[in-house]
């Protein structure tokens, strides 16, 4: 979609989303206004209906605060050990692992709030397109397909920031005002049939042939990463597999490169909808000037994993002095914005993860030689060594290793990683002696959801 159409799209969607305004206020507990637009109208043919979905899409791009759009980089970073922040704050509790009723409005603004309206859209969407009678067969189909790709994916970081939560397939204001958590087995098992059926019904080639919009290897690359956090080992392989083999995405020989709108790497990427800046993560991290004060800085953890000669570290990692002080921080976005050209999108899925999951999946299947060959292929772009063999568990240490880096400061790979391989406690606890928890490992449900719906329940240690 070109960028011009942007804005149409975004008006479209606020159309349709009418409906679902006053109904997703307070959880849902209110009816939709008497005066309402009927949203089957936005649906009255393929282009408009192609508008409301790629509304979605720009919605979750389109502000500088949403899990979506860099908050859960930051936060999970902070979480982990991967960022600490140079000024003081609030966000501060992220960074300790003691997050209190101070934050638990940002919970919701950052990550609750945003994750179920994005839900709730596709929820109604879905009930809308299965009705709409004016659509082409194969337009509906997709449309569909996708919603159910963007549902799901809402839902997993939902599980994995707050671990149990309300699990909702429909618009009914009435049915989602009161639901209870539920358990994080049941959201696995609907995140999975939803990407199972997006991958069936989605088409290999992307939508007017950029990569803002899902398509069938998106879908079979985030079935991959749910399958590998499950444990699935030989099915997380096989979709990473189906990523590989599909012949569209190669891994980018110049590591500049893998973060632009054009990365040949990229599988999903979120296009820029406010034109002032490239991607809200970028304008969060970098400096606006030499004399700006830092933000989000590399923890020398984080810097001090780095092995030597990794071309990584030069390519993804800037510094200057602040204050007396030398400072590190995430450049894999170079561009802080003021109206500068577009050249980045925010990168949401991309291949060398798909290397990482296969090679992980298949050293846990005891597959070392293919673990080894995938794992070299990250590797070798990074400039270096290839390894030769390993045992079983070495490898697996290698991945994580690998991961740590290849990922670092990405939509929070590692605070995810730590807690599904049961390193957080050794990890974090050692290097946060003060205050970590093992109950840290999830974040509290926010209060204020709490009280608008009592069904809630908090998590342990809250």
């Not at 030398?326 to 914005?337: A, E």
């Amino acid at each position: 979609m070109k960028r011009t159409q942007l804005n149409i799209s975004v008006i479209i969607f606020t159309i349709f989303a009418l409906r679902l305004i006053c109904s997703c206020k307070k959880f849902l507990e209110l009816p939709p206004p008497d005066n309402q637009v009927n949203s089957t109208l936005v649906f009255a043919n393929d282009a408009t209906a192609e508008s409301a979905i790629n509304g979605i899409y720009s919605e979750m791009n389109n502000t500088a605060d949403l899990f979506s759009d860099g908050r859960t980089t930051l936060m999970a970073g902070l979480a982990a050990d991967e960022l600490y922040s140079y000024h003081p704050g609030v966000e501060d509790e992220f960074y300790t692992n003691s997050i209190s009723l101070v934050n638990h409005d940002n919970l919701t603004r950052w990550f609750w709030s945003p994750a179920y309206k994005f839900i709730y859209t596709t929820n109604l969407a879905i009930e809308e397109l299965q009705l709409a009678t004016n659509l082409s067969v194969d337009v509906r189909k997709r449309l569909i397909a996708e919603c159910k790709f963007l549902r799901a994916f809402s839902y997993f970081h939902l599980i994995n920031l707050f671990g149990d939560v309300p699990l909702t397939l429909s618009s009914k204001y009435e049915l989602n005002a009161t639901l209870p958590r539920e358990s994080a087995d049941v959201v696995y098992a609907q995140i999975n049939k939803d990407l199972r059926e997006a991958e069936a019904d989605l088409p290999e080639s992307y939508v007017n042939g950029l990569r803002s919009r899902v398509n069938k290897f998106a879908a079979a690359a985030l079935l991959a990463k749910i399958y590998l956090y499950r444990k699935d080992w030989s099915h997380a392989e096989k979709e990473a597999s189906i990523v590989i083999g599909s012949g569209i995405y190669q891994l980018e020989t110049d590591l500049d490169a893998v973060f632009l709108s054009t990365s040949v790497e990229s599988i999903w990427q979120l296009s820029t909808v406010q034109l002032s800046v490239n991607t809200w993560e970028g304008n969060q991290i970098l400096p606006a000037s030499d004399l700006a004060e830092p933000t989000y800085l590399l923890r020398p953890e984080a810097l001090n994993d780095f092995e030597a000669g990794d071309h990584r570290k030069g390519s993804w990692v800037a510094g200057r002095t602040f204050g007396g002080d030398s400072i590190y921080y995430p450049y894999k976005y170079k561009v802080f914005g003021n109206y500068a050209p577009i050249t980045e999108d925010y990168v949401v899925l991309r291949l060398a993860d798909q290397f990482l999951i296969r090679a992980e999946a298949r050293a846990e299947q005891n597959d070392l030689v293919g673990s080894l060959q995938d794992l070299n292929v990250v590797r070798t772009r990074a400039g270096l060594p290839e390894y030769s063999t390993a045992s079983q568990t070495d490898l697996l240490n290698m991945v994580y290793h690998e991961r740590r880096i290849e990922l670092l400061a990405e939509w929070g790979n590692r605070w995810y990683d730590l807690k599904r391989t049961n390193l957080a406690n050794t990890i974090l606890g050692t290097l946060k002696p003060d205050s970590w928890k093992s109950s840290a490992q999830l974040w509290p449900i926010p209060q204020n959801e709490i009280n608008q719906n009592t069904a809630l329940t908090q998590n342990p240690g809250y």
